[in-house]
């Protein structure tokens, strides 16, 4: 026994004089200020238009979430076979329309013949956008119906893929041309995606975290190291939970915001949870019930 403490308190002591220099060398860099994050806090984002309330990803659920007064919508983006940018996040168009097969098998033109509110069913269970006109939109659409509304952008394409190879450059040059800089957020699951984007944007688009560095950040948080943390990203969008491990403390939301990381969490459709996130600090909500964020945002 008195072996195993002694090991204990020597490995005790090495951890806190590692902690203790690196902490003396080490300071905190926080993110440069980016105009998309200017303006009133906290933001809702409609997930794909607002999922629970209209179909996913078409004009009706974003002009829907657009009239309760959203800051912005929370999107997925997939590349045609005429190398169009589409608002879509499946890599199947089976689950969404009446069509089967790969986006990216498919022209814009050809996407466009199918029903995107085929399979939708409303809170009610009924089929109300059946044969009602939705169409898959193209994202130069969707930038072009919402002038004033900011994009949260997430990059569906995996890198190795002919798709994934040229979305980050078509998608810069699309936000370049359409003068939405100030306007959008782009992230992806793919650290590699980010990274390949950043190259194009060069600062001045607003960059979210990948899977990795969010990973990374969570846990120098969690190990007391948080202080040798250099964010490579402006934001953060991440669920209340991965797999059982909690992501939703205050701390954790306290510790970002030291470093000008903005965080958003996905996908909270409950009233009791936004309220808590709101009240630790959460810059944002991205929500399937757009509904429900902005009547309780009124009600503050």
Not at 46 to 66: C, I, M, T, V, W
Not at 73 to 86: A, G, S, V, Y
Not at 231 to 245: F, H, M, N, T
Request: avoid cysteine; charge should be negative; proline fraction near 4%.
């Amino acid at each position: 026994m008195g072996k195993k403490l002694t090991i204990g308190l020597a490995l005790a002591a090495s951890g806190a004089a590692l902690w203790a220099g690196t902490k003396a060398v080490s300071k905190p860099v926080k993110r440069p200020a980016k105009p998309f994050f200017e303006g009133e806090k906290p933001r809702v984002f409609a997930h794909r238009g607002g999922s629970d309330l209209a179909p996913e990803s078409s004009l009706a659920a974003f002009q829907a979430a657009a009239d309760l007064g959203v800051h912005g919508f929370e999107i997925d983006i997939r590349m045609t076979k005429d190398e169009e940018l589409i608002v879509f996040h499946d890599q199947f168009i089976d689950r969404t329309t009446n069509g089967a097969g790969r986006v990216a098998d498919y022209t814009l033109e050809e996407l466009k013949e199918f029903d995107l509110g085929y399979h939708f069913r409303d809170l009610s269970g009924s089929q109300s956008f059946r044969d009602k006109g939705e169409k898959i939109l193209s994202l130069k659409e969707l930038f072009e119906a919402f002038p004033n509304h900011l994009f949260n952008i997430d990059m569906k394409e995996d890198p190795d893929t002919y798709e994934g190879s040229l979305m980050p450059s078509k998608l810069w040059r699309l936000i370049e041309k359409s003068g939405v800089e100030d306007r959008v957020l782009v992230t992806s699951f793919y650290d590699e995606q980010i990274d390949r984007f950043s190259l194009y944007a060069q600062e001045r688009v607003a960059i979210g975290a990948g899977e990795n560095e969010a990973r990374k950040a969570f846990s120098l948080y969690k190990s007391g190291f948080g202080h040798l943390y250099h964010p490579r990203a402006d934001a953060l969008q991440i669920p209340v939970k991965y797999g059982v491990v909690p992501l939703d403390s205050q701390g954790f939301i306290e510790f970002l915001t030291s470093l000008n990381i903005h965080i958003d969490y996905w996908t909270v459709n409950d009233v009791e949870t936004m309220d808590r996130l709101i009240r630790y600090g959460a810059d944002g909500i991205i929500t399937d019930r757009p509904d429900i964020a902005m009547q309780l945002l009124s009600n503050d």
